[in-house]
């Protein structure tokens, strides 16, 4: 399973950033799973956005969750985060993630991540 995130490295304050992860594998094809983003500001912790399962339900960070919005499209394998007026404080790299459940397993994937810079 590789998972590859992709956008704008550089946004403006006030905008929408817009991040893709393509999902590749046979994780697609599992029918119990969770496709989600985290990130990390400069100098600070893993912080956890939000995810969406197999089944198109979403969940998001109470922190967040005004501003985001996660969405897939499981035909093309991928799924995207939208993040709404951002600012400066939204800088960071961002990690896109897959966790599967399958025959009591669990197996956790992550992209290598994409830093975004928000700054005029």
């Known amino acids: 399973v590789q998972l590859q995130e992709s956008g704008p490295g550089l946004v403006k304050p006030s905008q929408t950033l817009s991040l893709t992860c393509a999902v590749s594998g046979d994780s697609i094809t599992t029918t119990n799973y969770y496709w989600g983003w985290i990130r990390q500001p400069p100098g600070k912790g893993l912080e956890w956005m939000g995810s969406?399962?197999?089944?198109?339900?979403?969940n998001y960070s109470p922190s967040h969750k005004s501003r985001t919005s996660i969405s897939k499209d499981t035909a093309r394998g991928r799924f995207t985060l939208q993040l709404t007026s951002v600012t400066p404080e939204d800088t960071g790299v961002y990690y896109c993630y897959q966790t599967i459940f399958a025959t009591g397993l669990r197996s956790d994937y992550w992209g290598q991540g994409t830093l975004v810079t928000v700054s005029s």
């Open positions: 969406i399962h197999s089944s198109g339900s979403t």
